[in-house]
């Protein structure tokens, strides 16, 4: 099966920088690649996503990119905000799959 | 209007005993799911249902039966709970499943802890 691997598992960063989480994973089949972020005590919830046919997505302070060769992608948070403080996961899935696999997760602190 | 609602929020129970968690989403989505996320975090499919039907069942001990009655609804049912199993349990819904893209979304509920002790 899909096996997702996310790194780091903790990041500390100040308010106004950027973070980066990378994620790698091993189906070649893989053909969506979303990021949950994952709020104290709530369920994930969708904050981006990007598709094996496009390579980088941007949604304001945030941005996926995805080398499909590679088998990475990452999630980058510009600008960051005490409230961008949250377990993110990275997820792979197919078309011919019923799940997502998730990421263990990296859990990013932004200090003002 | 809770999109995808799962009861109880919280279970605290003994070792040996019989327990149930209910979820039931009001998207009209096909497929629904239940995840476990253990006390490192980490979120791993047990179950997968579309159209009632069981699509994916991991390696999930036989003590764990989910049962669909609808699509709206996926309970799931664990027999002699162990300490093990204490984790938060999340039900999740798609529209169609996760590899389709913007269909794919997975939407989670708030997620139901369980303490085995």
């Known amino acids: 099966g899909e096996n997702v691997e996310q790194h780091p598992s903790t990041l500390s960063v100040q308010e106004g920088d950027s973070a980066v989480i990378k994620c790698t994973y091993s189906?070649?089949?893989?053909?969506?690649f979303p990021w949950y972020k994952q709020e104290l005590g709530k369920g994930p919830q969708l904050i981006i996503d990007?598709?094996?046919?496009?390579g980088e997505k941007k949604d304001q302070r945030i941005a996926v990119t995805l080398n499909k060769t590679a088998k990475h992608f990452s999630l980058h948070i510009t600008e960051t905000q005490p409230e961008d403080s949250a377990v993110y996961f990275c997820?792979?899935?197919?078309?011919?799959?019923?799940?997502?696999?998730f990421g263990k997760g990296t859990s990013l602190l932004v200090t003002p | 209007d809770t999109a995808v609602s799962q009861t109880p929020k919280y279970l605290v129970t003994q070792m040996g005993n019989d327990k149930s968690i209910k979820c039931e989403q009001n998207?009209?989505?096909?497929?629904m799911y239940w995840y476990k996320q253990d006390s490192k975090k980490f979120l791993k499919i047990m179950f997968s249902?579309?159209?009632?039907?069981?699509?994916i069942n991991e390696t999930v001990p036989n003590r764990f039966s989910p049962k669909s009655p609808d699509k709206a609804h996926l309970n799931l049912h664990i027999n002699s709970l162990e300490l093990g199993d204490s984790a938060v349990y999340f039900c999740?819904?798609?529209?169609?499943?996760?590899?389709?893209?913007?269909?794919?979304?997975?939407?989670f509920g708030e997620g139901s802890r369980l303490t085995v002790l």
């Open positions: 998207l009209g989505h096909d497929t």
């Open positions: 999740a819904s798609s529209q169609a499943p996760p590899g389709t893209g913007e269909t794919g979304e997975l939407f």
């Open positions: 997820a792979a899935g197919a078309n011919s799959g019923y799940a997502l696999n």
């Open positions: 990007i598709r094996s046919n496009v």
């Open positions: 249902y579309n159209n009632k039907e069981l699509i």
């Open positions: 189906d070649s089949a893989s053909n969506y």
